[in-house]
């Protein structure tokens, strides 16, 4: 009995050494560190934010970090927002008695004005300089847009716009000088900025000169920048800063000239011109047989021209050989462009909308060759007094934009940017109040890309 008690006991003795060894010698649990993106996405603009949150063991504290920089973030949950460019790496540390494990995801940082929508203002031709208005695809509104990001202005009575190979050209009519020769502080006649911060790259004045109150401005390449004035077409190198006048384009329209496989299609009266790039002359001349009030270019890259007459015709043409397509009557509503200086049409995918520079919008669907009334904006938003330029449809949404004043005077300085979305009968989805001068035009970014 006595051995085996000993046995017994010497048993319970090396069991707890073992027990003991084995508890100084378990290694601590380490945390564990995932990123979730909260929002799942990997691209965002300047000044938007994109939401990280840490999936950590219990009782973890955690450290972020942008780019190994430390962004002095203790919580879980992470808000990145940068004015930087590019590429950016976010990092956490997560931390449990004194083991840490980390995690990282990378986001790509865009330019605030890549994506969205500009108004181009003109402003008051005798007092002020244009302006620019952004409004972002989530409704946020950037007034003045040009002269926050460069701290200088447009030039006075700012018309037309383009966007290129990630630039943006804004043409103004009067430059430094307002129309009785006043002078004004701008960039000049023509501003060539970053399309995605709008910084400024490049400001032409004195190179154009010559031209008698341009208007409209687009581009085939940088040695190739067409330019509208009283006179007719030019072609603008900027890198040497030629100014070259193409024959036989004296009657060039006052309307937005439109781009499609590296040609330019440019209303003038009657015709529509076509212009190829390192030409001085035209490659053509496409006769209507009626005024043209808008040429656009379609989703499949051929030409959309709307003419005035009896009847009234929207034409889809062939960009390769200006063949028409098709030509459907317009009897109801008006493709008129009115006093404006944008196009009588607009178009998504084979859907059209016209308004006669009026409030009064139709749709025209172009395979179906049918034309419906859809509303008249004065019912719907308050003030819509005169309509200034012509109403776009946004290339994604479907949803039509539309710019309105009080009246002229000090009246001007009531207005409206209204959006109209006709998916499921008309809605008025947005009416911003009160941010243009005069506007010149709608413009959508994914209309350039």
């Known amino acids: 009995m006595k051995k085996s008690y000993l046995a017994f006991g010497a048993f319970i003795a090396i069991v707890a050494v073992s027990c003991s060894k084995k508890d100084a010698t378990e290694p601590l649990q380490a945390p564990e560190a995932g990123i979730v993106n909260v929002l799942s996405q990997n691209t965002v603009a300047q000044e938007d934010t994109l939401i990280f949150k840490v999936k950590a063991t219990p009782g973890s504290t955690f450290a972020w970090s942008v780019d190994n920089k430390d962004a002095a973030v203790k919580d879980s949950i992470f808000k990145f927002a940068s004015q930087d460019l590019g590429e950016h790496t976010i990092a956490v540390t997560a931390s449990r008695n004194g083991v840490t494990a980390s995690s990282q995801a990378s986001v790509t940082v ?6 969205g929508t500009f108004v181009l203002n003109e402003g008051n031709m005798t007092s002020e300089n244009g302006s620019l208005t952004f409004i972002s695809p989530q409704g946020v509104v950037t007034d003045s847009a040009y002269s926050k990001a460069n701290s200088t202005d ?11 190979n990630k630039k943006i050209y804004i043409i103004s009519q009067n430059g430094k000088k307002n129309a009785v020769g006043n002078s004004f502080a701008n960039d000049g006649l023509l501003v060539v900025a970053n399309a995605e911060t709008l910084k400024k790259e490049a400001a032409y004045n004195d190179e154009l000169a010559t031209l008698s109150w341009p208007t ?10 067409i330019i509208r004035d009283n006179s007719g077409l030019y072609r603008f190198n900027t890198t040497t800063k030629a100014l070259t006048f193409i024959k036989g384009s004296r009657s060039a329209a006052k309307l937005t000239m439109a781009v499609s496989n590296n040609k330019l299609f440019a209303a003038a009266g009657t015709k529509v011109y ?7 002359t035209l490659t053509y001349g496409l006769d209507m047989k009626a005024a ?24 889809k043409i062939n960009y390769r050989d200006y063949s ?14 009115g006093f404006g200086a944008t196009p009588g049409i607009t178009a998504k995918g084979d859907t059209l909308y016209f308004s006669g520079a009026g409030t009064k919008i139709y749709r025209h669907v172009f395979s179906m060759n049918s034309t419906e009334f ?14 200034y330029n012509n109403i776009a449809v946004h290339p994604l949404t479907g949803e039509v934009y539309l710019n309105t004043i009080k009246a002229y005077g000090l009246d ?14 008309t809605k008025l989805s947005a009416n911003y109040k009160n941010y243009t001068n005069f506007p010149a035009g709608i413009f959508f970014t994914w209309n350039y890309n």
């Open 292 to 315: 043209v009030s808008g040429v656009v270019r379609a989703s499949d890259g051929n030409i959309w021209i709307s003419t005035t007459g009896s009847p009234s015709k929207i034409s």
């Open 154 to 164: 447009l030039g006075n009575v700012a018309q037309d716009l383009y966007i290129h």
């Open 324 to 337: 028409v397509i098709k030509a459907n009557d317009i009897t109801t509503g008006s493709v008129s462009a």
């Open 216 to 225: 409209h401005v687009a581009v085939l390449n940088e040695e190739n920048v």
């Open 374 to 387: 859809m509303v008249d904006a004065k019912t719907m938003v308050e003030n819509a007094g005169i309509v």
């Open 110 to 115: 865009y330019g605030k004005y890549k994506f």
């Open 274 to 280: 076509v212009i190829e790039p390192n030409k001085d």
């Open 412 to 425: 001007y300085l009531i207005n409206s940017i209204s959006v109209f979305n006709f998916s499921n009968g």
